[in-house]
């Protein structure tokens, strides 16, 4: 079975610092991982994935992500926070060795508040 | 750009009741699926389709619910009889065919209160 953990269930971030938000997975094979955001009252917009190779992924507006399969985590980052990236983020994590049509399995979610 | 799409944006429907929650994925993509979110709680898998049947399904997804394809644009999900347990927001979602390292695309969902 696979898992993924969240540990913050909220993150507040000054507007214009670094941002973190957290997430540790378990799969019993390779993982792919993504990250989704979903702001009020609409779907989960996806941000960016790790498949293979470079383990830092680029994503939509400007978050990127570390995988670190040492410590099966897939941190979700931004240089700068903007007021607008306040939402809902989650990781989500589906198995290699699944076949094309398996559900993703999701975190519990991290609010993430950017103060002015 | 491309979107999943999803009627009603809320659904209210004393229990016991049918219900037919309704998508229409992306017109290319090739797999289908939909998720369940209750209120304050985790976005949960129920079911995956592909190739004209159920590829994929939870515990959660049981004989009281399924999906259909009836037209070939829009992808459904129906609950029977339905529960107060039921009410949450339905994500539909559909993914290309290139493997299964491709996003899932979703819509805004629907939100379903059981009365």
């Known amino acids: 079975a696979q898992s993924v953990a969240q540990p913050e269930d909220q993150v507040n971030v000054a507007e214009g610092n670094p941002l973190t938000v957290k997430c540790t997975y378990s799969v019993s094979g390779n993982p792919y991982l993504f990250w989704y955001v979903q702001y009020p009252n609409r779907g989960l917009q996806f941000l960016l994935k790790?498949?293979?190779?470079?383990?830092l992924v680029k994503g939509s507006y400007g978050f990127e992500a570390e995988f670190n399969k040492s410590q099966t985590s897939f941190h979700l980052k931004k240089p700068s926070a903007l007021v607008s990236d306040s939402a809902l983020y989650f990781c989500a994590v589906r198995d290699r060795a699944g076949g094309g049509a398996d559900g993703l399995t999701f975190g519990k979610g991290t609010h993430l508040i950017i103060q002015p | 750009e491309p979107e999943v799409t999803q009627t009603p944006s809320h659904q209210v429907t004393q229990m016991g009741q049918e219900v037919i929650l309704r998508c229409v994925p992306i017109?290319?993509?090739?797999?289908f699926y939909w998720y369940r979110q209750i209120l304050g709680q985790k976005v949960e898998f129920l079911v995956s389709?592909?190739?004209?049947?159920?590829?994929?399904k939870s515990e959660i997804f049981d004989d009281q619910f399924s999906v259909e394809r009836p037209d070939g644009s829009n992808f459904t999900l129906k609950i029977r009889s339905t529960k107060l347990e039921d009410s949450a927001m339905y994500f539909c979602a559909s993914s290309p065919g290139q493997g299964q390292n491709q996003p899932q695309h979703f819509g805004d969902g629907t939100r379903l209160s059981i009365l």
């Open positions: 389709f592909y190739n004209n049947e159920i590829s994929e």
């Open positions: 017109s290319n993509h090739l797999y």
């Open positions: 790790y498949i293979t190779g470079d383990n």
